[in-house]
């Protein structure tokens, strides 16, 4: 009966934290192409954060209901593992998407800074710059609605990995108030993003051990687990027999989930500052 506890809070909480983790790492993705800021939670989001909190409830009832006070101890660490593996998740699908948007936003500094160096007039380079750079799109957009540029790529500089498009900007406009060369300017701003692009992929690299040594030590418990059936004990049972192991197993899982987040969150500061 326990064991069908186990399993049946482990499948609810997958369903109702892992599954809608993904949804965030996608939305999170989605929301890369949108030159517009937001001021407040999407609505998704919110139902995400609903569906989360009510998966996590739904196995804490069934594990009351099929173990009793022993079933809520197992569904709330499985609850904190599935949470954390969420977290995880929808942190390194961010890591990416801003990756893949600050290789687009050097992308689309070089080939704009091109073809000012060929001799293309501002608007016909971002056109042409445009129909092969996406993140160029909306300021092409906004051009031939007469609008103004640099108020689109200033509004996109807030994505995680556009910030580049923030220094762009600058250029656009010093060049176009002043009369001064737009192309070796823009050459100055591609060279910089792509210096800024080459040491974030360093400094994402030296993270890596980090992130994979906190993963590393949270596993060490199953580890340490093991070690004891070899030393002919019997862990897990005493972990699920009384009080006494239903607090250790809480607090175990408890610690190690915040240690893997803590470390996270030192190696997320760390690379910002880079």
């Known amino acids: 009966m326990t064991l069908l506890a186990v399993l049946l809070a482990v499948a609810a909480a997958l369903l109702g934290v892992t599954r809608p983790a993904a949804g965030w790492a996608r939305a999170d993705v989605v929301d890369q192409a949108d ?83 060929v001799g293309q007039v501002p608007g016909l380079a971002l056109a042409t710059a445009a129909a092969a750079c996406p993140v160029l799109r909306p300021a092409h957009e906004t051009q031939l609605l007469g609008g103004d540029v640099t108020a689109v790529w200033s509004r996109q500089a807030a994505r995680p990995g556009a910030g580049g498009l923030r220094e762009l900007a600058r250029a656009w406009r010093v060049a176009t108030r002043s009369g001064a060369s737009l192309g070796s300017t823009l050459e100055q701003v591609a060279l910089g993003q792509s210096a800024d692009q080459a040491l974030r992929a360093v400094v994402g690299g030296e993270l890596a051990a980090p992130r994979a040594t906190g993963k590393l030590m949270a596993a060490l418990p199953a580890l340490g687990l093991g070690m004891g059936y070899l030393l002919g004990g019997d862990p897990i049972g005493w972990l699920v027999a009384g009080p006494a192991g239903w607090v250790c197993a809480v607090l175990g899982v408890a610690l190690a989930c915040a240690g893997v987040l803590w470390i996270e969150a030192l190696a997320r500061a760390a690379s910002e500052q880079g």
Not at 37 to 65: D, I, Q
Not at 74 to 85: E, K
């Open 35 to 117: 030159p517009a800021p937001r001021t407040g939670g999407s609505p998704r989001s919110a139902r995400v954060v609903v569906l989360a909190l009510g998966g996590a409830a739904g196995s804490l009832v069934l594990g009351a209901v099929l173990a009793g006070l022993r079933g809520v101890v197992l569904a709330s660490a499985v609850g904190l593992v599935a949470v954390t593996a969420g977290r995880l998740g929808v942190l390194r699908a961010r890591r990416r998407a801003a990756d893949r948007t600050a290789r687009e936003v050097v992308e689309g500094c070089t080939v704009l800074a091109a073809n000012l160096r």
